[in-house]
């Protein structure tokens, strides 16, 4: 049976980052740019919203219909984002799994918009659908074996209760492991590669979630370090700030608050967004590669390898 | 050609690359069959509206001969959109096949009204109706169970009724996909051919399954892209349908006055991603018994 190695995968998400540092850095920024983008635009919107709540002697009627514009707005940009941050995600995840899987296209830090997308789209799409289905199945099963066991009174009930909450939370992550290739075997042999992805991953269940835990930890305790790093230098300039201004007027309106806030302190607010590009991307490459990579590493072994795409 | 799954999934695609004016075609009829809808709805919609809005100003408790004319009105809208919904479905559902099986036939973006758009809407409505039989079936499978349940007073017995659940779902599913190519065979070999599909599809479940969810998946991306576009012009013009609420109990012809381009953009949107998302979704089936039938000749 092929195997993969979980270390040589996992380092060369590391590597992958040490390769292509400003790659990793652009992949981060794309995905936070939208969630920045949408504060500079919604912050605005909303603080106007409040503002409109607040004018005295208005009609109420008028504000009512103001406010029923003005929501549809914030709705409507706000649904706008999360779409376009939908597309962004597909591409860049494309692009982290392009990266390991054809490592040679490197132009445009290796993000495209075509075909590979819209399969990593597709697929997307189908394993989430799969999963509530799933968990809908897996729900409606819980509640037939709850009513058909309730009669067992305390504690047996809790237990199952748990049990069955456990069950349903450890069958979700290891169906997550099991699909887990299916999006860089589509990339790697430019087809849509449910099949193959799920032969793939054949037999290697465990090893997947097992690595996935791994990532999960890895990502877990970079995050609480660079937090750690981020408190402590935030609490070292923040005695700079004139807080009981500040919280006065976020009080009054925090939107226009938060907004007069970010205005005044936008070259510091800037160097942390960078920052949290940077390490979005180191994240998001060590979440997504060693995927790539496992599923390179057993279809390495599956056929012969085939010649790069360029 | 060898039937593949994944390679007929894409045919909505492929239909709309070798005919964009298909789609335009399609477009102009979807907007044409929207317009007609909002004509007939529109002025009975407000009435039914009024109606019901004197009926809960009343403060009485409402009778079933309070509510006689508004299902009287309910009547009356549905007796003339259904037979219009089950012709236009027909009528688009055969353009797409004729796209696929005779795609030579290009005038008029495939749409026709003809013999082929009658043996269409026949084994629509026939498919309707086995699925209907067997949804009522199912339901009172289930329905026994839960009596049975109940009366007997045995919790264990839910479980059963859950499985029970699972069991109809799955046998829709399974019925939907072995009967999937009736329509697709109706027009290839222009004659009605419903139950001919088991044939073709007999050792071929899970690729035909995996071929519609796929394509169904795709048709949710074709949207969400869609919106992507839609949303910024629904804005700019009035925020779409949302922007008629407060137009709630006005006349028709101040509605059109009022939110001509939000209705016109609404339909314009709508116009071309049903159409899109229909071929996206009902072409593959054609592919697929293109192909089978095609691997099976070859």
């Known amino acids: ?310 | 050609m060898a039937f593949s799954a994944t390679d007929a999934a894409f045919e909505g695609f492929r239909v709309v690359r070798r005919h964009p004016m298909a789609l335009i075609f399609w477009s102009l009829f979807y907007a044409a069959i929207m317009v007609a809808a909002f004509a007939i709805m529109g002025p009975n919609l407000i009435g039914f509206v009024s109606a019901t809005e004197q009926l809960e100003k009343s403060g009485a408790t409402p009778t079933l001969e309070d509510f006689a004319p508004l299902f009287q009105m309910m009547g009356m809208l549905f007796a003339v959109l259904m037979p219009l919904s089950l012709i236009a479905s027909a009528m688009i559902y055969a353009a797409i096949s004729r796209s696929v099986l005779r795609p030579a036939e290009s005038a008029f973006g495939y749409l026709r009204l003809g013999m082929d758009e009658l043996r269409v809407l026949v084994v629509s409505v026939v498919l309707f109706l086995v699925f209907m039989a067997l949804t009522i079936v199912m339901s009172g499978i289930i329905g026994m169970v839960i009596g049975m349940t109940v009366a007997a007073e045995m919790p264990a017995l839910w479980l059963l009724v859950v499985l029970l659940v699972l069991a109809a779902i799955a046998v829709g599913i399974w019925l939907s996909v072995r009967l999937s190519l009736a329509i697709p065979i109706t027009m290839a070999e222009q004659r009605i051919a419903i139950f001919d599909s088991f044939a073709f599809t007999r050792g071929r479940f899970w690729p035909l399954l995996g071929m519609a969810l796929l394509a169904g998946v795709m048709s949710m991306v074709v949207g969400l892209l869609g919106s992507m576009v839609a949303m910024p012009l629904q804005m700019a013009t009035g925020g779409g349908m949302m922007g008629l609420e407060g137009l709630e109990g006005e006349s028709l012809q101040v509605i059109l006055q009022a939110a001509w381009p939000a209705i016109a953009v609404w339909i314009l949107i709508n116009a071309v991603m049903s159409a899109l998302q229909v071929a996206v979704v009902y072409a593959p089936f054609s592919a697929a018994y293109r192909d089978i039938k095609g691997g099976a000749s070859d």
Not at chain 1, 73 to 89: A, D, F, P, T, W
Request: with cysteine.
């Open chain 1, 1 to 310: 049976m092929a195997r993969f190695s979980i270390g040589t995968a996992i380092s060369e998400a590391f590597d992958l980052v040490r390769r292509r540092p400003l790659a990793v850095f652009v992949w981060g920024l794309l995905m936070v740019a939208p969630s920045v983008a949408s504060m500079a635009l919604l912050l605005p919107m909303m603080g106007e919203m409040i503002a409109a709540v607040g004018t005295e002697g208005a009609d109420p009627d008028q504000i009512q219909s103001a406010m029923m514009g003005d929501m549809m707005q914030v709705q409507g940009v706000s649904s706008l984002l999360n779409l376009v941050q939908l597309v962004l995600m597909v591409v860049v995840y494309t692009a982290v799994m392009r990266a390991v899987v054809r490592p040679r296209e490197t132009s445009f830090f290796s993000l495209r918009l075509g075909m590979d997308e819209l399969r990593v789209a597709v697929v997307g799409v189908a394993i989430v659908v799969g999963f509530y289905l799933l968990a809908l199945i897996l729900v409606l099963l819980g509640v037939g074996i709850g009513f058909a066991t309730w009669g067992l009174g305390e504690p047996f009930n809790w237990l199952i209760i748990v049990a069955m909450a456990v069950g349903l939370f450890v069958a979700i992550w290891l169906g997550a492991a099991r699909v887990s290739l299916m999006a860089p075997a589509s990339v790697m042999s430019r087809t849509f590669a449910f099949e193959e992805g799920w032969k793939l991953g054949r037999g290697r269940t465990g090893a997947l979630f097992g690595m996935m835990l791994l990532t999960l930890l890895i990502i877990l305790v970079t995050e609480m370090i660079v937090f750690g790093i981020g408190m402590a230098i935030f609490m070292a300039t923040a005695g700079g700030l004139d807080w009981p201004q500040i919280l006065d007027s976020i009080e009054a309106d925090p939107f226009a608050g938060l907004q007069a806030l970010f205005m005044a302190n936008w070259p510091w607010i800037t160097v942390a967004a960078l920052v949290i590009s940077g390490l979005y991307g180191f994240l998001l490459t060590l979440g997504i590669a060693p995927f790539a990579s496992a599923c390179r590493q057993l279809a390495a072994q599956a056929v012969p390898p085939v010649e790069d795409g360029h």
